[in-house]
C-alpha cells in the first residue's frame, strides 16, 4: 500500500528552529509537496522537491532523500503566525497526490 | 473572480437529498480536482479532471459524480448525501496534471445529517 508518515503534532518556541519530517512508502515517485494550512482556510504551497538536497526559501527550507524515502521541512526564526498544520503530498506513480495527515505545529511564546 | 472560488461556504443537509458543489477558477488552469479532508486523515482525491471534458476517479469515488463543460467550471455532486459524507470539501486546480504546484479554493463544509 501507499502511505505516508508525519507526527500528528509538535509544539515550539517563538523564534526557535523546529525540523517537521515526513516518511513515505509509495508506488513510485515523482515529487514532494510541502503545504502550509492554517485552521479553517485552504492549504497554501510552500515547497516542491524532486532531487536529493535541501531547498532553501526565506525562513523555510525543504529536504529530500529518496533513497530513504524521507523529507523534512526545517522552519527558522518561528513566528506566531507559523502556527498552522503542515502537509506533506507525494506524487505518486500515477501522477496524483497522495497526501499525509498533515501536522500541527503549535507556538508558543 | 481571482483565483479559485467555491460555493457554497457551508451547508446542512438532509440525508438523501441531492447538492452539488461548486467551484469556479479563473486561471486559465488545465487540470482540477476534488477532495474531502476529515480530521485525522489526509485529503483524499474524489474526481480530477485533467483537460476541459475529461474526467477521472480518485481515491474515495462513491457516492460522487462530476462534470467538466469548460475549463473554468468543475462541480461535485451528491446524488443522494449520506451522513458519511459530512465533511469539508476542497477544489483545487494546477496548469498541468503532473508536478504543477496546486492552488486550493477556500473550501466546502457540509453536514449532512
Known amino acids: 500500500g501507499q502511505n505516508i508518515d508525519q507526527p500528528t503534532e509538535m509544539t515550539a518556541t517563538e523564534g526557535a528552529i523546529v525540523q517537521i519530517n515526513c516518511t513515505y512508502q509509495t508506488s513510485g515517485f515523482n515529487g514532494l509537496f510541502w503545504y502550509q494550512q492554517h485552521a479553517g482556510e485552504a492549504p497554501t504551497f510552500l515547497s516542491y522537491?524532486?532531487l536529493d538536497g535541501l531547498e532553501e526559501k526565506g525562513r523555510f527550507s525543504s529536504f529530500l532523500s529518496r533513497s530513504k524515502g524521507y523529507s523534512y521541512l526545517l522552519l527558522k526564526e518561528l513566528q506566531m503566525k507559523d502556527s498552522a498544520s503542515y502537509l506533506c503530498?507525494?506524487?505518486?506513480?500515477?501522477?496524483?497526490?497522495?497526501w499525509g495527515a498533515g501536522t500541527k505545529l503549535i507556538i508558543k511564546p | 473572480i481571482a483565483g479559485i472560488t467555491q460555493a457554497p461556504t457551508s451547508q446542512i443537509l438532509a440525508a438523501g437529498r441531492r447538492m452539488t458543489l461548486r467551484c469556479t477558477q479563473d486561471?486559465?488552469?488545465?487540470?482540477m480536482y476534488w477532495y474531502r479532508q476529515d480530521l485525522g486523515l489526509g485529503l483524499r482525491l474524489i474526481h480530477y479532471s485533467n483537460t476541459a471534458g475529461t474526467t477521472g476517479k480518485g481515491e474515495v469515488p462513491d457516492g460522487y459524480s462530476v462534470s467538466r463543460a469548460n475549463t473554468d467550471d468543475f462541480p461535485l455532486t451528491l446524488a443522494s448525501a449520506v451522513p458519511s459524507q459530512t465533511s469539508v470539501y476542497f477544489c483545487?486546480?494546477?496548469?498541468?496534471?503532473?508536478?504543477?504546484?496546486?492552488?486550493f479554493g477556500p473550501g466546502t463544509r457540509l453536514t449532512v445529517l
Open positions: 486561471m486559465r488552469h488545465n487540470a
Open positions: 522537491n524532486v
Open positions: 483545487a486546480s494546477s496548469h498541468g496534471q503532473d508536478y504543477s504546484e496546486q492552488f
Open positions: 503530498a507525494v506524487i505518486g506513480s500515477n501522477y496524483q497526490l497522495i
